[in-house]
């Protein structure tokens, strides 16, 4: 079902698909055609064709596709079959503005939160106490953590992610600016640039 | 110097040249080429060449680009020629958050920051009071406000968008899972879905 060739283009709208789909799902619409999936989602129909094609094509032709049946498919080529166990690293606004944030209904639970600073280590955020940066290497490994997320300050990403790799990370959300570099090419950083989507923004306006 | 033709894919790299090449000045690096450029950013040195010549080309044989000359070009394709005034509406962890984010030192103005939760009106973030939402339009007017930041709940996102399209608001940067419907056009907006994110890390996890 999966193919290797599929473009990051491709996989990067995957989730805005699933996305709608989910609302569709909970609206009650039990079938859609590529033309009406296009109208919602802003794809051209040829485009939403193409897309769902590289992942084997459950569209039937004079039926359009089966909202159900492409939600789970796509949810299933996203790697939604399991729950993965997450922790956040740097618990100030951001890091907890993020604990807040739902990501369990997705299938993402967060298992920790931790940071150097005595004044915020000890609190609950939803429940998950923020710990010290020491216990991170145990915590990591009692916990088979996934993914860790990054919030900490700039200056600190860095050996922040190259201890995570050394303590067997798969994943890492990166929301520092830094890009940055990880040995261990099994390790998979995602980046959140907030100031490059940002200077997409200015870069309209001045056009406009 | 700026091409209407330029694709999405182009923009969408030009914030992270800038911010490589803001780095190099830092660091007191006046020349690079497109090799060495290629070397740190990860583009491949071809590309590199190709995005730039969209704009005009300013690398020279044998020379390479002058840093500062590249970093301030692309700064004003990027819109970076003056000062945005920016609000934040919803001011939850999120919307704390990014108050906190050093935006202005790229040129991001944070003018004033609104919620309708009684609990957070009246308080200050880096010295911008958060105000309450019958306030928004007064403000937007007064203060001559380029750009909304939306930080609300999803169930409040679309009403928020309306109401800033009809006080003429020219961007919205979206942090809530919702793709906003504006009937402006004139209206610009930037989403920033965090989730997509999260489930483009999560295909890489399930692939390995």
């Not at 907890?96 to 639970?109: D, E, R, V």
């Not at 955020?125 to 020491?134: G, L, T």
Request: contains cysteine; proline residues 1%; aromatic residues 8%.
């Amino acid at each position: 079902m999966t193919n290797n060739k599929v473009s990051m283009a491709v996989i990067r709208r995957l989730p805005k698909y699933h996305r709608y789909l989910k609302e569709m799902l909970e609206n009650g619409i039990n079938r859609i055609s590529s033309k009406e999936l296009s109208d919602v989602i802003g794809f051209t129909a040829s485009q939403i064709r193409q897309d769902l094609n590289n992942f084997g094509g459950f569209g039937q032709q004079g039926y359009g596709y089966n909202v159900e049946d492409l939600y789970n498919e796509i949810g299933q080529i996203l790697g939604l079959v399991k729950t993965y166990n997450t922790i956040i690293i740097g618990a100030g606004n951001l890091g907890q503005a993020l604990a807040n944030y739902n990501f369990a209904s997705h299938g993402f639970k967060l298992e920790g939160m931790f940071d150097i600073n005595p004044k915020v280590t000890g609190l609950r955020i939803r429940d998950v106490e923020i710990k010290d940066m020491d216990l991170l290497e145990e915590e990591i490994k009692n916990k088979n953590i996934d993914i860790a997320i990054i919030c900490t300050s700039r200056d600190a990403a860095q050996s922040v992610a190259d201890d995570l790799a050394k303590y067997g990370i798969k994943a890492i959300w990166n929301f520092t600016p830094v890009d940055l570099k990880i040995n261990n090419h099994e390790v998979i950083v995602e980046n959140v640039h907030l100031i490059d989507s940002l200077l997409t923004l200015s870069y309209f306006l001045k056009e406009k």
